[in-house]
């Protein structure tokens, strides 16, 4: 089974920047791929980014252009970088791996707010 663990959380400012890591382990991380989701309380979680084994890219409508998901195998990480953050980017993101199956992190939370 896959164990992926997200950090890089916190309270920013509108318009600031976060860099969320996300480190898995428990399968080959080389062949994953992995997405970012992020869930506000009492709303459905929702997809951000998702980055394949070939760093193939797809981005959620409403962070295109402002976050950036990349991948270092040799770090068994992917990051999330977060760009011009903005109110409604509030959340709780988690980190997914697939492998044949989901496994999640826990999440870390991220606040934009002045």
């Known amino acids: 089974q896959v164990h992926p663990a997200e950090s890089g959380g916190g309270l920013v400012q509108p318009g600031g920047s976060l860099r969320s890591p996300c480190v898995a382990s428990g399968s080959l991380f080389s062949r994953l791929t992995i997405a970012w989701y992020r869930q506000v309380p009492g709303k459905q979680r929702e997809l951000v980014a998702d980055i394949t084994s070939v760093s193939n890219t797809i981005y959620s409508d409403s962070v295109k252009g402002r976050f950036t998901i990349s991948r270092d195998d040799s770090k068994n990480t992917v990051y999330l970088q977060m760009n011009n953050l903005k109110p409604e980017d509030t959340a709780v993101y988690y980190c997914?791996?697939?492998?044949?199956?989901?496994?999640w992190g826990k999440g870390t939370l991220v606040t934009v707010s002045r």
């Open positions: 997914n791996a697939w492998d044949g199956m989901d496994s």
